[in-house]
């Protein structure tokens, strides 16, 4: 007989009257997870056991609840195990939907967080930038208001920061010079300038080069200068300045009682421009320099402002660089400087206008005739020896003379010749540029032979001249050895080599020039060998190293490098003069 235990609560009864076995619990074999109260338990007679079977059916053995409750999902008849399934596939998918739709958001906000993070970086970064700039342009105010001199050059302030800036000029006490240059600044920096201006009696040099004022802006400052400023020099170079412009400043120049030095160079004024200037030259009573270099005057232009220098009597400066005057509009220029009555010219500037020897003669008369000229400036024309030899008779026993340029004039040995003997014993010529000119090694001999003893030369440039490395350079080295006053000396692009660089060691390893600052042969084929002597010279000679040793653009290695490092090292142990070496 299969056994069973039946469990019955006190309001049970027993089973059609059939004897029943009372078993104590504790006796009563359960599962864990069922919890029972004290009741008795009972056990069907013999005679039950089928019906005890049949209640197996419905009734399951001791198995726990989620057991029982899993076997009665899988006894469901198969269409409700239908449903259920359905049910259950349905809930699945509207899962799978839910985990779709919150993959979806996701990808959603991480697109959106990538394509606006970079715009709330910028934006951070934006308000970083600007605050630094407001901070930025309060310490330059706090310059302007504070000290006598202020350069705020290549600042990138544009428009908005120089007005911003420029506000500190007014009623400004303490501010004499500013540089402004080189910012950006357009017509409207220009117009808060001449704003500034109308309540400023203390800035004096007011420097605004290689900006855009354009005529707008020139304009504007013009009206402001007409009035009391107390500025004496004023730059308004590159600053695209036209006819229009010019006309204007001009008619400041009329009225200004203040302004010596006016910087009009490199802008767009032509004929009609200097045309309104010269006219203001002849009234105004102040202005001591001018330069309009880099213009548009051509011949016509050249010979509108000779009219007005034969009456202007103050101009003592005039540079005209870079006109295309020609030799008409020089010896125009050059006869009306000679007739002037009273005035004394001291600066003439004619570099790069296309003289030659016919526009030399006029210069040399006017050389003759006027006894103040210091500075000479005849930089790349064509004036040939034929030239030079005028030069050099109007030159003869000229002291006067302190920069004479002449560098790019196809000036050869006979030339040179000419001019060095010209300038012997003046004691008063400190720049001699002679570059760009084939002189060669006769020419470089006829110059060092005057320039050892007797002269002050500071300044001599002699870059490009073909001295080649034999007679040439040891011509240059006696001058090494034996001058006292060359401050700079640029032997520059003269084909010296390991040879002209051996000549010139022995010359630096015997001199006694302590004034020598600057030795620049670079673009010289130079090789190791070359540069060991140089280094070898430094060494015997520390107290007259230069201060500053070119050699770049030429063929020296590492090895020739470290014997000129070294070099350098041991002129400061043993001199303590501190060399810079540019390879």
Known sequence: MRGMVALASDNDEAASGD???????ENVVVDDTDIFDDEPVVSSSVEDEEKGACCEEDTPPTESVVQHEFHQAVELPADEQQENI?????MGALGVVALGGLAGLGFVGHKVFTSQAPKVQKAM???????ESQQRLNDFMAQVRNQPTVDLSAKNLGDEGFSYIVDSLSFNERCVAADFSKNGIGEAGAAQLAQAL??????????????AFGDEGATSLASALAGGCQIKTLGLGSNNIGDVGAKALAEMLKNNTTLEAFELCSNAIDVDGITGIADALKENTTLKRLNISDNYLGEEGAKVLASALRENTTLEELSIKGNELGNEGVIAICEALSQRQGGNIKLLEFANNNIGPEGAVAISDLLRSVGTLETLN???????????????????????????DIGGNNIGVDGAKALAASIKGNTSLRTLELGYNPIGPEGAKAFADVLKYDMEVEVLKLGW??????????AIADLVMFNTTIKTLDLRGNGFGDDGAIYLARGMKEHENVNFTELDIGYNEIKDDGACALAQSLKNNPDGAPKELKVNANYITRFGQVALTEALDMVYDMSKREMVITY
């Open 19 to 25: 004897d029943v076995l009372i078993v104590p619990k």
């Open 86 to 90: 359905g049910h259950v596939w349905k």
């Open 125 to 131: 970064e934006s308000r970083q930038l600007a605050k």
């Open 198 to 211: 109308g309540s400023n009696t203390c800035l004096q040099n007011l420097v605004m080069d290689t900006n």
């Open 378 to 404: 005849l930089y790349m024309n064509d004036i040939g020896d034929s030239g030079a030899f005028k030069l050099a008779s109007a030159l003869d026993g000229k002291k006067s003379i302190v920069t004479l």
């Open 465 to 474: 001249c073909k001295l080649g490395g034999g007679e040439g350079a040891k």
